[in-house]
């Protein structure tokens, strides 16, 4: 089996940050893209940031300047340090990795359990 345990979340005053963290465990041959999507009560999950092996990030608009995500691919883990927080980054942060378990497999996505960052104005 694969895990992805996730930590630091909380709250925070607006202008505030936070640094997530999510390490992946388990039965892992290799990790491909990672990444952190958020989720709010009655809205569909969006991604936030992601990152390849090669260290290639992408954002979505809203974070752009403010979040910056990175990995350590030693430790099969992956980061996201979020600056300037507004009231509006307020969700449950779940992180994503495509994981190959053996070299006869293909990737598959792996969730974790989520970790609530709150916002407040």
């Known amino acids: 089996q694969v895990q992805l345990v996730e930590s630091g979340g909380g709250l925070v005053q607006a202008g505030g940050s936070l640094r997530l963290s999510c390490a992946a465990s388990g039965r892992i041959f290799s990790v491909n893209v990672m990444g952190w999507y958020r989720q709010t009560p009655g809205k569909q999950r969006e991604l936030v940031a992601s990152?390849?092996?090669?260290?290639?990030?992408n954002y979505a608009d809203s974070v752009k300047g403010r979040f910056t995500v990175s990995r350590d691919n030693a430790k099969n883990t992956v980061y996201l340090q979020m600056n300037s927080l507004e009231p509006e980054d307020t969700a449950v942060y779940y992180c994503?990795?495509?994981?190959?378990?053996?070299?006869?497999?293909?990737?598959?996505?792996?969730w974790g359990q989520g970790t609530q960052v709150t916002v407040s104005s």
């Open positions: 990152i390849t092996r090669g260290g290639t990030a």
């Open positions: 994503n990795a495509g994981v190959r378990r053996d070299s006869g497999t293909g990737y598959y996505d792996y």
